[in-house]
């Protein structure tokens, strides 16, 4: 201990005299000259990789091009660049890290699904991964090595339990139930259409997790959640302000979270914050054992009682097991909501596909029961509808989160190195004219065989909504199948119009282009009026409806918690950490010193 001190006052005593020596001026003019040269290193470095890489902006040392973002939807000026430098992959510098964009379906085709087995990381994401969902998060698992890789493999698997395309058979009725629901309220409360798709995306995945319905659209979870990931969307959109910049400098990551630039991060990384979705899961384990034999019998099982069976096997820690039960409604309601509420815009907005469809419903259904999944064979253009909503203004619109190479790759001549965070611009790919036509108008059409709006497009499907590869999106088939079941039941059932002006009795414009900021974007809040197309028809909603509700009633439940309370107290208990305690509930503990 004392010679350590003697050595740091000796050093202490010579660095004064090296001032003296050479004089405070000159010392300083040395520091400057050591970080100029350090930033003319770093920059040769970036002109060096811009020179292999895919073309894009003139970056400038350290800042790159993070000051030419626009404020608002960097996608568009993405899509815009790639024209401008006619390439379908563009290089924008955030920073001093590289980002590459695919504004091309068939490039994300090659690249993602083609090279899938090394596009299969993530990269380094310091918002939304290390101070958000934490790294032991799937959404944000990065692969850096094979126990890497083998423990994301046991992500996905555990993910597709509960909702792989073997299990979402068994949550149809779920998804009928509720859509059929959502049709009722619809009829009850034609003004208030955005909380009751909310309530259905949240209802349908707190089901699915957790056994657990929910009832009203003032349910804090659903505002609760969709808040939270509307934040988490809005910060995971490159931009040239705080947060987002502390990807550009990682390093004030590690500052206090008092400091300036944590602004506008909220509670998200706060120890313990986690833990809220496994409490949840804990609570629900605990209802459904209270639930009779028969009860049970006329329920899928909660994931989250499958999923903590399953984890035992594999001694997952609490916060992977929070992860993965948080991420179907992180996941699973926003989109799923927000891409309900394009549709109802997109009604307003383009009045003839929906009478087309509403005329194939009738010819093929009737007036006295709404559509079933069994019909679809028989519904080509609600088929093509569906996709349409999907492919028009897809919620995930920069296609999620970013994939990253796990070594360095070589594409069409280009370098797109190792760690690189490549990301699939959804909105210029499902905007390309060259694959959709006149790609701002609402056209199912577009899908029919025969078309002239037709054109190929890689993969089955036609759309890159849910994103590629290994990292695809884990709900796809479940989303897909909500999705159809209630577009299909809400065109069946009403007419869904441009709101008129009381006043004047004059239609409501809508806008097709506004949307959120966000990289899950849905329409800015629009009037419409949502009215049942027959009598006959809605005598069938309320019949459906009032028997979906009994139906629905075996998974009817409360929760004592609350997120907001939960973090709340996190907030207080900063200094202290979850654990486990015997009985396997959560508990928290003083940090011990370290
Ligand atoms: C319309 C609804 C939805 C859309 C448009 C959507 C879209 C996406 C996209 C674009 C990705 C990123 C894919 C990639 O990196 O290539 C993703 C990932 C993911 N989604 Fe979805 N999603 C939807 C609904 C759901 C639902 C209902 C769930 C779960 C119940 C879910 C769970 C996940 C998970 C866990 C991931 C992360 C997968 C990974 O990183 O390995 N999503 N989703």
Redesign the pocket.
């Given at each position: 201990m004392l010679s350590e001190r003697l050595i740091e006052t000796l050093a202490l005593v010579k660095l004064q005299a090296v001032i003296a020596d050479a004089g405070l001026l000159n010392v300083a003019l040395g520091i400057l000259a050591v970080v100029a040269v350090a930033i003319a290193a770093d920059y040769a470095w970036m002109l060096y990789m811009r020179s292999r890489m895919p073309p894009g902006p003139f970056p400038l040392p350290i800042v790159g091009n993070t000051f030419s973002l626009p404020e608002n939807k960097p996608w568009i000026y993405f899509e815009q660049l790639s024209k401008k430098y006619n390439a379908p992959l563009i290089t924008f510098w955030i920073g001093r890290n590289p980002t590459v964009w695919i504004n091309d379906a068939w490039c994300a085709h090659e690249i993602?699904e083609k090279k899938a087995q090394i596009y299969a990381s993530r990269p380094r994401m310091v918002v939304f991964g290390e101070l958000g969902t934490g790294q032991a998060n799937?959404?944000t698992m990065r692969i850096r090595n094979q126990q890497e890789r083998d423990h994301w493999r046991l992500h996905?698997k555990l993910?597709h339990i509960g909702?792989g395309v073997q299990s979402i058979r068994g949550y149809r009725e779920i998804q009928n139930n509720e859509s059929k629901v959502v049709a009722y309220d619809f009829l009850r409360e034609p003004k208030e259409y955005v909380k009751h798709l909310e309530r259905y995306a949240t209802s349908v995945?707190s089901i699915i997790a957790f056994g657990r319905r929910v009832a009203s659209y003032n349910d804090p979870i659903i505002t609760e959640v969709i808040a939270l990931m509307q934040l988490a969307a809005d910060l995971n959109v490159p931009g040239k302000s705080f947060p987002m910049l502390l990807e550009t400098f990682p390093f004030l990551a590690k500052f206090p979270r008092f400091m300036p630039w944590f602004k506008g991060l909220g509670t998200r990384g706060q120890k313990g914050g986690h833990y809220f979705f496994y409490t949840l899961a804990q609570e629900a384990i605990e209802q459904y054992a209270q639930k009779s034999p028969s009860e049970q019998a006329s329920m899928p099982t909660p994931y989250v009682k499958t999923l903590f069976e399953e984890a035992e096997k594999y001694n997952l820690p609490v916060a992977e097991l929070s992860g993965l039960t948080g991420?179907?409604f992180g996941?699973?309601s926003d989109?799923?909501s927000s891409?309900l509420i394009t549709f109802v815009l997109a009604c307003c907005a383009f009045p003839d596909a929906m009478h087309k469809a509403q005329a194939e419903l009738d010819a093929v259904i009737g007036a006295t029961r709404s559509p079933h999944w069994d019909d679809s064979p028989h519904l080509p253009y609600i088929n093509a509808f569906v996709k349409e909503v999907l492919r028009w203004r897809?919620?995930?619109i920069i296609?999620?989160?970013p994939?990253s190479p796990t070594q360095d790759d070589a594409y069409r001549g280009w370098l797109i190195p190792r760690g690189a965070w490549v990301q699939g611009n959804v909105w210029a790919i499902h905007h390309h004219e060259r694959e959709f036509p006149d790609p701002d108008r609402f056209y199912p059409d577009r899908f029919l065989d025969g078309n002239d709006h037709r054109r190929p497009f890689p993969g089955d499907r036609g759309y890159m909504?849910?994103?590629?590869?290994r990292?695809?999106?884990?709900?796809?088939a479940?989303?897909e199948q909500g999705?159809w079941i209630t577009v299909a039941r809400l065109l069946w059932g009403f007419d869904i119009r441009k709101a008129r002006d009381p006043e004047t009795g004059r239609e409501v414009d809508v806008d097709i282009f506004a949307f959120t900021n966000g990289l899950n974007m849905r329409p800015q809040p629009f009037p419409c009026e949502i009215v049942p197309r027959r009598e006959e028809i809605r005598e069938a909603i309320v019949r459906e409806g009032r028997k979906a509700l009994e139906d629905l009633r075996v998974h009817d439940g409360e929760s004592k918690y609350r997120m907001s309370t939960f973090y709340q107290q996190q907030k207080r208990k900063l200094k202290e950490e979850p654990v486990i305690d015997e009985h396997g509930n959560v508990k928290f503990v003083k940090v011990k010193a370290v």
């Open positions: 993602f799937l959404v996905r993910m909702v995945v991420n179907l996941a699973g989109t799923s891409t897809s919620v995930a296609g999620g989160q994939h909504t849910f994103g590629w590869g990292r695809v999106c884990s709900g796809q479940l989303a999705t």
